[in-house]
Each structure stands twice: as C-alpha cells, then as structure tokens.
C-alpha cells in the first residue's frame, strides 16, 4: 500500500525558532493535508493543498505542495509553545474513501 | 453542531471483557472511520463506513467489530480485550467521496490489563 514517509520524528526548538518538517510518499498525490494533533485531542486540519507547486499559508503555517506530485512541506515560523503537538502529513490513501497518514513529527517548544 | 463526540473519554478493561465505543456526527456526514493510534505509529485504520448499512475492513480490523445503522453513529464493538488493543481510538467522519478532509473526535484512551 501507499507510505508516507514524515521527518524527522521529534523536534525539540526553543520558542521564537522557525520549524520545518517534509513528507513523501512513494507515489504521486493529488491531495496533501497537514493535520495537527494538541495533546490529549484529535487531530484538526491545519492546511489542504491541491495542486502541484501550490504554497498556502494559515498564519504562521506554510505549506507546499511539491512539484514531483510526490512530497509535502510545512513550515512554522516564529514558533511559541502552543505549537506544540503533532503534526501529520496525510494524503488520499488509493481510493477516494480513505487517507493515508505520515507518523507525524512530535514537536516540542521550549518557552 | 457538535462535529464528532466520542464516548468514553477513559476506560480500563480486563482482558477477555467486551465493550462498545460510541462515535455520533451531527453534520450529516456519509463517510465515517475508526483508527487507532499506537506511540510513535500514527494513525491506523481500522474499520469505515461510505454510509449507513454499509462498513469494510481497514488495515488493522482484527478484533473489532463496526455497524452503522444510521448516518449519525457508528459504533466500534471489542469482543474479547486483549493488551494489544490497549490504544487510543479516534473517530472520524467527511461528507462524501470528493472531500478529502476528515473531521476527528477527541479520542477514547482504552487501556487492557
């Protein structure tokens, strides 16, 4: 089946520092979706992206949608400690029904 | 609305005993999905549902059962606890085949002992 592959697993930055984390996949997306899971919640959808080359913000959130159809970027800038969580790259998972998700990059801000 | 709730927040069962986690929608949606969420292995699908009557087998099913008898609920069904189901289970739910984008519960913690 579909992979993605998320980097890197955990991230320990101090507050103000700007973050960026990828993710590929072993074929080609139509659909990237970054989700962010708070602790003891689920996860809500920080960005969708569409098309090739696409870069879309939400506040400080930036991503893109790689041009090879096949890897994603999200980038948090000015980081502060409610950033904290994980954040999962996810994309249509072979069917129209269902996603397939990265297993997520664990970030930590220290104030 | 509501989105997604989910119940029980918490529960500790002994091995062998069986229970139900609920999941209910308010927002009409068709497509509704069970994963679970083991450290460090994301998100792992387990059963879904494209509308009520109607469920199949995720990646991970073994274990558990799904029914969906109405649009708005569609619960998860442990027969027999084992620790491998110790977990945290999140429901989803989209509107329908076009939209990507799932809409999650906040979760049931199960611990098996």
């Known amino acids: 089946g579909q992979q993605l592959n998320q980097s890197p697993q955990s991230m320990f930055i101090q507050e103000g520092e700007d973050v960026s984390m990828n993710c590929t996949s072993s074929?080609?997306?139509?659909?990237w979706l970054w989700y962010k899971q708070d602790p003891g919640e689920g996860p809500v959808l920080l960005i969708a992206?569409?098309?090739?080359?696409e870069l879309t913000s939400n506040g400080r959130l930036t991503a893109q949608f790689g041009i090879t159809r096949k890897d994603s970027f999200l980038n948090i800038s000015a980081s502060i400690p409610s950033d904290v969580g994980i954040y999962f790259c996810?994309?249509?998972?072979?069917?129209?029904?269902?996603?397939?998700f990265g297993k997520g990059t664990l970030l930590t801000v220290n104030p | 609305n509501a989105g997604v709730t989910q119940t029980p927040k918490f529960r500790i069962l002994k091995i062998g005993q069986s229970m139900t986690l609920q999941c209910a929608q308010d927002?009409?949606?068709?497509?509704m999905y069970w994963y679970r969420q083991d450290p460090g292995m994301g998100l792992k699908l387990i059963y879904y549902?494209?509308?009520?009557?109607?469920?199949d087998k995720g990646e991970v099913p073994n274990g558990y059962n799904v029914s969906r008898s109405t649009t708005e609920d569609f619960p998860l069904r442990l027969e027999l606890a084992a620790p491998s189901q110790t977990s945290v289970y999140f429901c989803?739910?989209?509107?329908?085949?076009?939209?990507?984008?799932?809409?999650f519960g906040p979760g049931t913690r199960l611990l098996v002992l």
């Open positions: 927002m009409n949606h068709n497509y």
């Open positions: 989803a739910s989209k509107p329908g085949q076009n939209q990507e984008t799932q809409y």
């Open positions: 992206l569409y098309k090739a080359g």
């Open positions: 549902s494209v509308g009520a009557g109607i469920t």
């Open positions: 074929s080609i997306f139509n659909t």
């Open positions: 996810a994309g249509p998972g072979g069917s129209n029904y269902k996603l397939t």
